[in-house]
């Protein structure tokens, strides 16, 4: 049996992480993925929770993380086509569509 600490911790790693790189990471993609990353960390430290307590409310709040994410993925990537269409880049600070 693996303590809950652990998925605790290795979530928070997961969640730093992701946060370091959408932080510093200039392409939307690495963001976008760093995003995901995050969501997937807060969808662990549900689960371990959900274990842990014996309790199925933390796999319920998963599926809607999930959901969300994947309604994300389809519209974020769909923008993103867009802009690299438009732009030719996907550098966050070349890509700047408020101004001609």
Do not use: C
Not at 26 to 34: C, E, G, L, P, V
Not at 76 to 86: D, K, P, S
């Amino acid at each position: 049996m693996i303590p809950l600490s652990w998925y605790l911790i290795l979530g928070a790693i997961l969640f730093a992480i992701g946060v370091a790189s959408f932080l510093i990471k200039r392409n939307i993609i690495t963001i976008f993925m760093s995003i995901e990353l995050m969501l997937n960390a807060v969808n662990l430290t549900f689960v371990a929770f959900a274990s842990h307590w014996h309790q199925v409310s933390g796999q319920v709040f998963v599926f809607f993380v999930m959901v969300v994410a994947a309604a994300e993925a389809a519209v974020g990537l769909a923008i993103i086509i867009a802009v690299f269409r438009t732009r030719e880049t996907l550098n966050v600070d070349q890509v700047n569509l408020l101004k001609l």
